[in-house]
């Protein structure tokens, strides 16, 4: 302990070597409340000026979280949980301009509808793609259960479905009372350093923020609401399972995060653990069950915001023997075991820190930057500041350790869907709570249901009816971005111009797909469509590298059996330039035989992968069974695709997809159909001939009568390594043998025409179909559906796992029955009731929801849009997802109930089953 006491001595010490200290700082308050902290340096040239605004996100509520951040980028700001800040770095002859428009935040926000929804759109994408996203998945449901009463205070609290409830008046009216009641100088700090005088950063400051607002009256500062206390201290550990089909079967990720401490307490607890040579993650490392690959692989960190503060350690572990579980009872049990913060290392920790904030106090931006984050978090404006070392060494190693030790943290472990249900038990068992996507969010759990139900509506029937207009408005307003006309040609072309966005697709459809050299070449035009996407992929490359492309442009490839896609992804600004390249690629590119064998070996590689998914072999027999060839040779799974040919094969079909008459174009994103545009068009793709021998070869997958039928089939089961043959050796040196593959089974069922508006409510009805199949199979089982396309107009429901293939017949049968009787119920009751309220019925509304989410997810980007556009143009019908949508949104009860009595049948007509599943 003596040496303790002396280090303390030489700490103490040590401040008065700093080159700024406490001193120097100058504190100003004006009248109108805002605080000016100003250090004036002359070893620097530069005058650094930074923003604080009191109206981070910690202080948004569940009605309106998302808002606070609309309002900072609206006014250009960065915001943060704490503060909504500004920082501006200027020569001293710049530093009243640089105030002055700092100053303009205190004005009163203008903006034009346009712009509002704008900004509105993109953030509500922005919360809506972090929400469906593995790592929405995990902030949010690790940060709505580490602070509970007020999880929508936390960066992923917000509910995207805050946007859609409000008007674009309504939410005016809300970032109004922000600005009013947030964005005011009682609220603010202003930093300023560098190579001005206090006399003149002052007056400055008075002259331009000064008469920013008058003082703050009592009844705004009431209503104003707190930032609740995230800090408590937790009897017992809790511990949750974090699963999800995204994260890798191979490694498990383990969260520990401790509320208990103070900030002091957490920045040194965390100090000490993240040291690379710490006795925390050295014992860590050496424990062969948690299988820690590194040092860095062990993160300890602290979190502070204001009023709450965390602690956070986490690994990654890979796989072992033993479960994910037994990995997480290990990293706890040796994370708080006693004495994990010994005295020496506490030392040399505190020595580290003291060097780094004497490099920070001679550094006079370091240092303001840091006092203002220190301020964010604290109420005493930075006079602890400067003594925040001396109050770390002030903590005793017993009193630490003690604290630690008795702390109870919230434990989450992360690990891949398929590796917890081997281990579902084994969790239930230890206490841990499961977390999916389904319950991640705060706004997703039962619960908030009250809270969320009482927010969801704004005034009595304007929300119902906003919402039951909401599909025609999407409608319209898409119909509306609608241009199409024709090149000189005939290449079709389809414009979907979207205002505002800055980015664009260009995807091009190429008749004809697999279908084309079906007969004797299965696979060739995917070789083709591939080996264009490259020759095109390169040219782009080289002009991003030359500076002709300001951004890089990405090219995709698709080969269906009745046409192909080739998409170019690239920014508005480099469309034009996009749209060159791609037409002189396809006039004067060339296959070299390199290209094309590499291609032809990656599609082998990637079919023989596929041939060996039980699933899809019985598809291939469900092929064959209703087929005849030469389209059954798209399903020949016991066959090379593409077979082995000789490139002047390959180089003679070339020109067979190079046939303009074949061509259709589809533009979407930030491309506006103009003059110059139709130059363009004409210029390029306008050129583009006809080759006469095959202009009226349409290949196309006929529908057929489907057969009632069952079938069995023997099914191929493949095992895959990453271990090249040359180290293999004669692996496997013992086989076990087996005839329980739990085999999966698959149903083919009848549907409407795929380009009818009664295939989007067939579709609909198969997804809450799934959904019901999916809660009475066993938890091991997956129910898969596939609704009927272009390559094949029947739906297939694929059901994994099959003990028993009566059992899933069962299932099936009494979900279909089911579900025909919840739809002759709510056609009873809306006759009974003889009007059909605005709010849709439960049934409807989910019938709804799963068609949207399945069949528009991809109107989220240009390319999703142009695929879908595609997709609708094949079938002669551009438009079709809009008219899909709004039958889907209008439909009734009766409409869903005639065509799930025309195609939902008790028993599925074919029926594929593995010889192995039992009956």
């Not at 700082?25 to 620097?44: A, H, K, V």
């Not at 129910?783 to 059901?799: A, E, G, H, M, R």
């Not at 008219?883 to 594929?912: G, H, N, Q, W």
Request: aromatic share 8%; proline share 4%.
């Amino acid at each position: 302990m003596k040496r303790f006491i002396i280090f303390l001595t030489v700490l103490f010490w040590s401040f008065s070597l700093f080159a700024f200290n406490r001193s120097h700082i100058r504190i100003f308050t004006l009248e109108n409340g805002l605080t000016l902290y100003f250090l004036q340096d002359t070893t620097t040239a530069a005058v650094r000026m930074e923003l604080n605004i009191d109206a981070g996100t910690s202080y948004q509520n569940h009605k309106n979280a998302g808002l606070f951040t609309l309002y900072a980028r609206l006014r250009g700001l960065e915001i943060t949980p704490d503060v909504v800040k500004s920082e501006k770095t200027v020569a001293p002859a710049q530093v009243e301009r640089a105030l002055m428009e700092l100053a303009d935040n205190f004005k009163s926000l203008s903006v034009s509808d346009k712009k509002l929804r704008e900004e509105l759109s993109l953030l509500r994408t922005s919360y809506s793609d972090f929400s469906a996203s593995p790592a929405g998945l995990i902030n949010g449901a690790i940060d709505s259960r580490v602070f509970p009463e007020n999880p929508w205070q936390c960066e992923s609290g917000v509910n995207p479905a805050v946007f859609n409830q409000k008007t674009i008046s309504e939410i005016r009216t809300e970032l109004n009372e922000i600005q009013n009641l947030y964005y005011v100088p009682q609220r603010s700090s202003l930093y300023i350093s560098g190579n001005i005088t206090d006399s003149s950063a002052l007056a400055l400051t008075e002259k331009h923020f000064g008469k920013a607002h008058e003082i703050f009256s009592a009844a705004q500062a009431s209503a104003l609401p707190s930032v609740q206390s995230g800090t408590q201290n937790r009897t017992q550990t809790e511990k949750y399972v974090i699963t999800d089909d995204e994260l890798s079967p191979e490694l498990t990720q383990i969260v520990l995060q401790y509320t208990d401490f103070s900030q002091d307490e957490a920045d040194l607890i965390a100090a000490v653990f993240n040291n690379p040579e710490s006795e925390f993650k050295r014992l860590l490392i050496k424990q062969k069950n948690l299988a820690i690959r590194a040092p860095d692989y062990i993160d300890a960190s602290s979190a502070q915001q204001k009023n709450s503060s965390r602690l956070i350690i986490q690994t990654l572990c890979e796989k072992t023997k033993v479960s994910p579980l037994t990995q997480g009872e290990l990293f706890l049990q040796m994370a708080t075991e006693k004495n994990r913060l010994p005295q020496q290392e506490l030392e040399s920790i505190l020595k580290k820190l003291n060097s780094g904030f004497t490099s920070v106090t001679d550094n006079s931006t370091l240092l303001m930057k840091n006092l203002a984050v220190f301020n964010q978090t604290n109420k005493d404006f930075g006079e602890n500041l400067f003594n925040k070392n001396q109050r770390l060494a002030a903590i005793m190693p017993d009193y630490i350790n003690t604290r630690f030790e008795n702390a109870k943290p919230v434990m989450f472990v992360l690990c891949n869907t398929a590796v917890y249900a081997k281990y579902a038990k084994d969790f239930s068992k230890a206490g841990y709570k499961r977390v999916t996507s389904k319950n991640s969010f705060w706004y997703r759990q039962s619960q908030y249901a009250n809270l969320n139900a009482k927010s969801s509506r704004t005034k009595t029937g304007e929300a119902e009816m906003d919402m039951a207009a909401s599909a025609l408005r999407f409608i319209e307003e898409n119909k509306a971005q609608f241009s199409e006309f024709s090149l000189q040609n005939n290449i079709p072309v389809t414009v979907k111009y979207t205002p505002g966005s800055k980015t664009a697709s260009i995807s091009l459809s190429i008749e004809g797909g697999e279908l084309l050299f079906a007969e004797k070449d299965a696979g060739l035009s995917s070789i083709l469509v591939n080996s264009l996407a490259s020759i095109i992929q390169w040219q782009l490359d080289a002009l991003t590298q030359t500076g002709v492309l300001k951004s890089d442009a990405s090219v995709n490839a698709w080969t269906g059996s009745q046409y192909s896609l080739l998409t170019i992804n690239c920014t508005a600004e480099d469309a034009p330039a996009c749209i060159e390249c791609a037409a002189a690629s396809i006039i004067f590119g060339d296959i070299t035989p390199a290209l094309a064998d590499g291609i032809s070996y990656d599609l082998r590689t990637q079919w023989r992968i596929k041939t060996g998914s039980p699933d899809f072999q019985l598809l291939c027999e469900a092929v064959r069974t209703i087929y005849s060839k030469p389209f059954t040779n798209l399903y020949a799974d016991k066959k090379d695709k593409p077979v082995q040919m000789d490139f002047t094969d390959i180089a003679a079909a070339y020109p067979l997809i190079l046939d303009c008459s074949r061509f259709g174009l589809v533009l979407t994103g930030g491309i506006q159909q103009n003059d110059s545009l139709h130059a363009l068009l004409e210029n390029t793709f306008g050129t583009l001939g006809s080759v006469k021998a095959t202009e009226n070869i349409k290949q196309k997958v006929e529908k057929k009568p489907l057969p009632s039928k069952i079938k069995k089939l023997q099914l191929r089961h493949r095992f895959f390594t990453d271990i090249s043959a040359d180290k293999a050796g004669p692996r496997p040196a013992v086989l076990i043998p087996t005839t329980d593959f739990s085999d999966p089974l698959l149903y083919i069922l009848e549907g409407p025409d795929i380009s009818s508006t009664d295939c989007a409510l067939f579709n609909a009805l198969l997804y809450e179909l799934k959904e019901r199949m999916q809660k009475k199979v066993s938890t091991e089982q997956t129910v898969k559906i596939t609704v009927p396309d272009s390559d094949l107009p029947y739906c297939q429901i694929t059901v994994t796992k099959i003990k028993h293939t009566a059992v899933t017949d069962r299932i099936y049968t009494e979900c279909v029955q089911q579900l025909m009787a919840d739809l002759e119920n709510l056609i009873s009751r809306n006759r009974q009731e003889e009007a059909i309220d605005l709010e849709k019925d439960e049934l409807l509304a989910r019938l709804e929801n799963h068609w949207i989410l399945h069949e528009l997810d991809k109107t989220s980007d240009n390319q999703g849009t142009a695929v879908l556009i595609q997709k609708g143009k094949a079938l002669g019908n551009p438009l079709l997802y809009l008219d899909m949508y709004k039958a889907v949104s209008s439909a009734t009860a009766e409409d869903f109930y005639l065509v799930a009595k025309a195609y939902l049948p008790e028993t599925p007509a074919l029926r594929i089953y593995s010889v192995d599943s039992k009956k």
